[in-house]
């Protein structure tokens, strides 16, 4: 998700950090359970299940379930890795720290593997581990209905005339559900404990420090924990950042959907009218936004059946919802053109893609995991009537995503407050950080990874390069950029100033 907005006064700023710094216990010499740092592997490694890379092991990692009560209720992390090709040549560890929030990590050392330079594999553990309330860890779920997991619910899309009462009733619902099944693991669950739960794998692991590799939401992880944790932190690269404004945190991550749209739809219009394009859906990339927002508008007044879809029809907001998804890699652009042909008569629908029944357990936990994390790291507004004319003027100023960026989410009937400010990122610690941003994310914009480089101050410097999509670090094929990275973590040494790379 991603975000955007303005800053706290700068006395109300120390305040924060003062106190999010001081609430609950940070850096240590002990592990969670008061035990000495001996600084080595205490861990115990063996296979893992399912399709992962045979090189990687996998182990668990206890921590507290709430580190206020170290000595209470514990909960279970699962970890993986793929040791260093080279131990001779060992540098330490790489931890990747997953997007969503929500998302799994345990198999990312697997499929970044596939795609890092061999100099990284060298000389790093590649290290993953899925969140508290995800996967293979204690999991998380709010048990919500099957009819409630479809993509184009979760996001609040209006309706078409702009109404959010539906989204009010949904969102409702699902903060009662969540409140109710999600248990004490769900009320734990926040950026700052997931920030505890990585140093506590750094103790697990037996690492004096440690370098990590953030992608998308775990940008902002990333930036907590080297915040929380300073003088933990080795090599930080933060890829695809999120607006880390204290006073918003996943609201204005969300908000900024309309922002990345509008960045990055460009690329799609341009693509879409390519002469020898299969998929061609205009024969000018201007013809290509009107295109699409008449068509929108056509299936919100007249939705098409699409039989076994979930919704059944192709409506204005499931190819809103399409359009959103396919911005994230110029790969997905075809799932867009072609739904675009078939609202437009040129082509049949194509097959619905259906949720597999062994993956709803996945999505229950993921679900559950981005609420509880929303939710549980601020306050959002409550009043309906707020969200309903922030909405109103969201689609005037960007007709691509309807005022969905803007509108109603579970947080806004939270029973439960926040138990800690959230954290404010700044500049104190040591100057270890690179940002890797494209300039027209369609998720995480430009704008809030320029807030993210502010907050860090001389801490950091950023690689911007002039692509379009999500992911930067070995996702797109920018030698510049991917060479900027690599040479940061192989030396730790970042580039003298920020760094700018050309589309390639």
Excluded at 35 to 60: I, V, Y
Excluded at 230 to 259: C, E, H, K
Excluded at 368 to 391: E, I, M, R
């Amino acid at each position: 998700m991603p975000k955007n907005t303005t800053a706290l006064a700068a006395a109300a700023a120390a305040a924060l950090a003062v106190t999010a710094l001081t609430a609950l216990p940070a850096v240590a010499d002990t592990d969670a359970a008061g035990a000495p740092n001996p600084g080595k592997d205490r861990l115990t490694w063996s296979a893992c299940q399912g399709q992962a890379d045979p090189r990687q092991q996998c182990a668990t990692v206890t921590v507290p379930l709430d580190y206020r009560v170290p000595q209470g209720e514990r909960i279970t992390l699962a970890i993986s890795r793929i040791p260093a090709a080279q131990p001779g040549r060992r540098h330490g560890v790489l931890l990747t720290i997953p997007g969503g929030p929500g998302g799994s990590g345990l198999n990312v050392p697997s499929s970044a593997a596939k795609r890092l330079p061999q100099s990284v594999l060298d000389r790093f553990d590649l290290v993953g581990f899925d969140p508290r309330g995800v996967g293979r860890s204690t999991p998380v779920s709010c048990e919500l209905d099957r009819s409630d997991l479809a993509m184009v619910k979760l996001r609040p899309w209006p309706a078409a005339d702009g109404s959010i009462d539906a989204n009010v009733a949904y969102e409702r619902r699902v903060a009662e559900t969540c409140a109710r099944n999600g248990g004490p693991v769900l009320r734990s669950i926040s950026t700052a404990n997931e920030a505890r739960d990585i140093d506590s794998i750094r103790r697990a692991l037996g690492e004096r420090r440690l370098s990590a590799w953030g992608t998308s939401y775990g940008t902002y992880a990333g930036a907590v924990y080297a915040t929380l944790f300073p003088q933990r932190t080795d090599r930080i690269v933060l890829d695809s950042n999120d607006d880390p404004d204290p006073t918003r945190v996943g609201r204005g991550w969300l908000a900024a959907f309309g922002r990345g749209a509008e960045d990055r739809f460009p690329d799609f219009a341009k693509w879409a009218a390519s002469p020898g394009n299969p998929d061609r859906v205009a024969d000018t990339p201007e013809e290509v936004r009107p295109l699409f927002l008449d068509l929108a508008a056509r299936l919100d007044r007249a939705p098409l059946p699409w039989p076994g879809a979930d919704p059944a029809e192709l409506n204005g907001n499931v190819l809103r919802e399409t359009m959103l998804q396919s911005l994230y890699a110029d790969a997905r652009f075809p799932d867009l053109a072609r739904l675009m042909l078939a609202g437009l008569g040129r082509r049949p629908l194509p097959a619905p893609a259906v949720l597999p029944e062994q993956a709803v357990q996945s999505v229950q936990n993921t679900i559950a995991v981005s609420v509880g994390t929303l939710c549980n790291d601020v306050g959002w507004p409550t009043d309906p009537a707020a969200y309903a004319k922030d909405v109103a003027a969201e689609r005037a100023t960007h007709p691509l995503t309807a005022g969905m960026p803007v509108n109603v989410m579970p947080c806004a009937f939270w029973p439960f407050a926040p138990a800690e400010p959230p954290v404010r990122v700044t500049g104190r610690g040591p100057a270890n950080v690179l940002l890797a941003q494209n300039l027209r994310d369609p998720a995480t914009p430009y704008a809030g990874a320029l807030k993210l480089r502010a907050a860090f101050g001389d801490r950091a410097r950023m690689v911007t390069v002039d692509s379009g999509g999500h992911d930067v670090y070995v996702a797109h094929g920018n030698a510049c950029g991917d060479a900027a990275v690599t040479d940061f973590l192989l030396t730790g040494r970042r580039p003298a100033e920020d760094v700018s790379c050309p589309a390639q």
